[in-house]
């Protein structure tokens, strides 16, 4: 591939610089040849993290990508330059950009080997980086089983957020292919913290067309998975082993796990990591510690948190309920990225500390005081808004309602080309007449035919 190049002060780039761009504290990276590029290990993680580049506050490189004050300062100026709110045509958005195309390009090259792990059943160690107990042991993770043919967005929405405890379809994320920084994550969405993907990689490849067997080719892959961008709770993703075609039946299982979810908006990583330690040094004791995890957005609802004596033991792990919640999500809809869990508070946003600017918000404020949703609803959706016990503020959501489209069995789990859908209600789809009937169930209590949908 012979990328285009420009000319920029007399030097030759590979992309296109606004001439009033004084790209004052832009690394050189930027301005090099993406074809040639090679991916740095970044010196803190000892892993290559977003698309191989490297904060220079870490390393001595000059080519390192500082995150902050230069992200910011950058941020305004790529405003005035490349025009506000999506910064998208910046040099540094590019440059990335042509890196996921070289990126897209190799993912493509063998679909016979994608192809063929596609049906293989994978054993994945998730691991949550940031949090350790005295003797520096990352205590908390989850193994699951799952198909190679599984998309990485489906895996993200109805296996790892519903296994590791967290709240389905409430902030981004993105998954970096370890072997080269590749970024990968959800298009077309609506999520708050997209509004830091400027400090995380810039740009990202869609999610939705690629599946595990794309990126993890053999036991020694891994893929990192980054959790709300704008705390950024970090995991790993090692693979456990990669069962013959034989062994598979591509049914997901959540196999063992250990530790609990830290709380939603909880606050960074590192002062959680304080948190918790404050938490163990005092025999779980500490009112307000254990008050701000009942109230999170991913406890709240749990059924164990309603009974008077329960207490949130950082190493306490329920493999059972940890089992439901993944059957749960299974058999749901996918969550509509479009409208994810939004807090307003009278006519404007809170909760989650974004700000105006981003895909289809600013034309949509007027929406705000209409008590509905602040994006647009697109067809086969609603925007359904809960009032919040005791609270001022209403979650708005946008929950699919129409013909679901084809995703995995909601009973195994299987990523399938034959998939049937359930003829009564449309919402949910099976591998087979086992499944749907081994399903039934669970399902009759929500199957309510198709067309007889009240709002
Ligand atoms: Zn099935
Ligand atoms: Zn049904």
């Given at each position: 591939m012979t990328l285009p190049t420009y000319k920029h002060k007399g030097k030759t780039v590979w992309v296109k610089i606004n001439p009033k761009d004084d790209l004052l504290g832009v690394p050189p990276v930027f301005l090099t040849n993406p074809e040639t590029?090679?991916?740095?290990?970044?010196?803190?993680?000892?892993?290559?993290?977003?698309?191989?580049?490297?904060?220079?506050?870490?390393?001595?490189?000059?080519?390192?990508?500082?995150?902050?004050?230069?992200?910011?300062?950058?941020?305004?100026?790529?405003?005035?330059?490349?025009?506000?709110?999506?910064?998208?045509?910046?040099?540094?958005?590019q440059w990335c950009k042509l890196r996921a195309a070289l990126k897209e390009k190799k993912l493509k090259a063998d679909p016979a080997a994608v192809k063929a792990r596609q049906a293989q059943d994978y054993i994945l160690k998730i691991r949550f980086e940031d949090l350790q107990d005295k003797k520096g042991d990352k205590f908390c993770w989850r193994v699951?089983?799952?198909?190679?043919?599984?998309?990485?967005?489906?895996?993200?929405?109805?296996?790892?957020?519903?296994?590791?405890?967290?709240?389905?379809?409430?902030?981004?994320?993105?998954f970096i292919d370890r072997s080269d920084g590749g970024l990968f994550g959800p298009k077309e969405s609506n999520y708050i913290d997209l509004s830091h993907l400027h400090c995380h990689g810039q740009y990202f490849i869609d999610?939705?067309?690629?599946?595990?067997?794309?990126?993890?080719?053999?036991?020694k892959s891994e893929?990192?998975?980054?959790?709300d961008l704008g705390d950024f709770w970090r995991h790993n993703i090692t693979v456990e082993k990669i069962l013959p075609a034989e062994e598979s039946n591509g049914k997901v299982e959540l196999l063992s796990g250990s530790g609990a979810c830290p709380p939603e908006d909880g606050s960074l990583p590192e002062r959680w990591q304080k948190t918790y330690d404050k938490l163990m040094n005092s025999n779980l004791r500490g009112p307000e510690i254990q008050k701000k995890v009942k109230d999170a957005?991913?406890?709240?609802?749990?059924?164990?948190?309603?009974?008077?004596?329960?207490?949130?033991?950082?190493?306490?792990?329920?493999?059972?309920?940890?089992?439901?919640?993944?059957?749960?999500?299974?058999?749901?809809?996918?969550?509509?990225?479009?409208?994810?869990?939004?807090?307003?508070?009278?006519?404007?946003?809170?909760?989650?500390?974004?700000?105006?600017?981003?895909?289809?918000?600013?034309?949509?404020?007027?929406?705000?005081?209409?008590?509905?949703?602040?994006?647009?609803?697109?067809?086969?959706?609603?925007?359904?808004?809960?009032?919040?016990?005791g609270r001022s503020s209403r979650m708005v959501e946008h929950i699919r309602v129409g013909d679901e489209p084809k995703g995995i069995c909601g009973s195994c789990g299987r990523p399938d080309d034959k998939l049937l859908r359930c003829g009564r209600c449309r919402a949910i789809w099976y591998c087979g007449r086992e499944c749907q009937r081994s399903h039934w169930k669970a399902h009759k209590q929500v199957c309510v035919a198709s067309g007889d949908d009240v709002d």
């Open positions: 590029y090679t991916p740095r290990v970044d010196p803190e993680s000892g892993r290559i993290e977003e698309w191989g580049l490297v904060d220079p506050q870490q390393g001595d490189d000059p080519n390192d990508v500082p995150e902050m004050p230069y992200e910011y300062i950058r941020m305004f100026a790529k405003q005035t330059l490349y025009g506000f709110g999506g910064d998208k045509e910046s040099p540094e958005v699951v089983k799952v198909s190679g043919g599984m998309k990485l967005s489906v895996f993200s929405d109805k296996v790892l957020l519903p296994a590791m405890g967290w709240c389905r379809n409430y902030h981004a994320y993105t999610d939705d067309k690629y599946t595990l067997a794309h990126i993890l080719v053999d036991e893929l990192g998975y980054n959790y957005l991913n406890y709240k609802d749990e059924p164990e948190v309603k009974s008077k004596s329960w207490r949130y033991d950082p190493h306490h792990f329920d493999l059972a309920r940890a089992k439901t919640r993944l059957q749960e999500a299974l058999a749901s809809r996918a969550s509509d990225k479009t409208g994810p869990k939004m807090f307003m508070m009278g006519g404007g946003m809170g909760g989650i500390g974004g700000f105006p600017g981003m895909g289809g918000l600013s034309a949509n404020l007027a929406n705000l005081n209409l008590g509905g949703s602040p994006f647009p609803v697109p067809s086969g959706s609603q925007a359904t808004v809960q009032k919040e016990k």
